[in-house]
Each structure stands twice: as structure tokens, then as C-alpha cells.
């Protein structure tokens, strides 16, 4: 199985738009979403990334290897408490 990179446009997205939202940028996800000509479904996966440990959001914008996991694996769902996100790429 081959492994996808993170592409690099996608990588700062979830740090970016989290700011502009605390910011008050935007009004909230759906207004984000319909600024930026996405889906409000892919405007929260992509924020969902800012619930990962320090240790992997590096790793991800690091482009280093996920341990066979995809930007994909990362939008649908991990495990929340820091110590399981490691396990869960292993």
C-alpha cells in the first residue's frame, strides 16, 4: 500500500482557519466554509486536527511518516487523549 503524502496547501490549513475563527474572522464554520468555497463537513474535519498532540501535529507538518496513515485517516477520526494518537500511528 502506498502511502500519500500530506499535500503542503492542506498541511496549515487546521492552524490557520482555527486562528482566523478565535480571531472572529469569520462568524463560524459555516461562514469559513462559504468564504472559502468548501463544505462546512470539510471545514471542521480539517479544525478536528487541532485536537492533536503537539508531538504528531509536528510529525504532519513535518511531512514525516504517519505510520501508513493518510490525511484521510486524520479528517474521519483518531483517538483524542495524546498518549492513544501515538499508539494509533504505530
Excluded at 14 to 19: D, G, L, M, T, V
Excluded at 22 to 35: E, F, M, N, Q, T
Excluded at 62 to 78: N, W
Aim: proline share 4%; charged share 20%.
Amino acid at each position: 500500500m502506498q502511502t500519500q503524502t500530506i499535500p503542503a496547501r492542506i498541511r496549515n490549513l487546521f492552524h490557520i482557519w482555527f486562528q482566523q475563527l478565535a480571531a472572529g474572522k469569520y462568524d463560524g464554520v459555516s461562514d469559513l466554509a462559504r468564504k472559502r468555497g468548501q463544505t462546512s463537513s470539510y471545514v471542521s474535519r480539517i479544525l478536528r486536527l487541532t485536537l492533536l498532540s503537539p508531538w504528531l501535529q509536528e510529525i504532519i507538518l513535518t511531512g514525516k511518516s504517519l505510520g501508513g496513515r493518510t490525511l484521510a485517516d486524520f479528517m474521519d477520526g483518531f483517538p483524542l487523549p495524546w498518549h492513544e494518537q501515538q499508539q494509533w500511528i504505530k
